[in-house]
């Protein structure tokens, strides 16, 4: 939300109360997977362009320079959390297979994922395979 706008009124009247990083990370997130897999939508734009007046405007909200990043990360473990279910991974290693160049997605920024699987007990391994599609991993093993 950017000052001066009738939401920053709004929120400063306590009448709105805008989304956490976290919140507007994990909503996007579920667009892009529901979008993603229409054959007729193409998602081309995800976030605001950073800039330095955006930034000085800035007062609240979900707002980040790679927010289009944070989402396609969200994306990569909820679906690589799907794959791997409830089971316990204590002291086990998860081995993905990412398309190439989507390391960084796959661990997520500053590593995010990779610490939600060791939160869980388990180490990432992420391996490079050509041929898959992109944000979609593949869990290869549970070891």
Do not use: W
């Amino acid at each position: 939300m950017l000052r001066g706008t009738g939401l920053a009124e709004r929120m400063r009247r306590g009448e709105y109360r805008p989304l956490t990083l976290e919140e507007g990370v994990r909503r996007t997130a579920r667009v892009m997977e529901l979008f993603g897999e229409a054959p007729d939508i193409r998602i081309i734009r995800v976030g605001l362009h950073p800039s330095r007046s955006l930034e000085e405007k800035l007062l609240a909200g979900p707002y980040h320079p790679a927010f289009r990043e944070l989402c396609e990360g969200e994306l990569m473990l909820s679906r690589l959390l799907r794959q791997i279910g409830n089971g316990d991974l204590s002291g086990r290693t998860v081995t993905v297979a990412a398309a190439p160049g989507e390391l960084s997605r796959m661990l997520g920024q500053k590593r995010c994922n990779a610490a939600e699987i060791e939160r869980r007990g388990a180490r990432l391994r992420v391996v490079e395979r050509a041929g898959r599609p992109p944000l979609s991993p593949l869990l290869l093993s549970i070891t």
